[in-house]
Nanobody
Framework: QVQLAESGGGSVQSGGSLRLSCALS??????????MAWFRQFPGKDREGVAV???????TYVASVKGRFTISKDSDKNTLYLQMDSLKPEDSAMYYC???????????????????WGQGTQVTVSS
């Protein structure tokens, strides 16, 4: 199983930027068809998919972050990123990275399709 570790969360003012990183322990995982994702969870709510990138570098975003967030990966560094710009208070949440073992799971990302998760990193945006 792939081990994931997020970093880069913190507190910023509205309109600011943060870049989240997710380090993957298993380099072999990037040699197979896969889906990598960022989810977020608001207090008392279920996790929701924010952005995904598959092994063909196809990306998809939830409507609320399109044009503001960018998902990317560096296969040489085994790292997944989420660049978050123009942050809003409603982006405040715990952010998690996750992987699934087939790119098909990027089409409609669901929590139960992703077998490996990081511990989460908190993002807080103040107005």
């Amino acid at each position: 199983q792939v081990q994931l570790a997020e970093s880069g969360g913190g507190s910023v003012q509205s309109g600011g930027s943060l870049r989240l990183s997710c380090a993957l322990s298993d380099s072999d995982s990037t040699n197979r068809p896969y889906c990598m994702a960022w989810f977020r969870q608001f207090p008392g709510k279920d996790r929701e998919g924010v952005a995904v990138i598959d092994s063909d570098n196809t990306t998809t975003y939830v409507a609320s972050v399109k044009g503001r967030f960018t998902i990317s990966k560096d296969s040489d560094k085994n790292t997944l990123y989420l660049q978050m710009d123009s942050l809003k208070p409603e982006d405040s949440a715990m952010y998690y990275c996750a992987t699934a073992d087939d790119r098909v799971y990027c089409v409609h990302p669901q929590v139960y399709d992703f077998g490996s998760w990081g511990q989460g990193t908190q993002v807080t945006v103040s107005s």
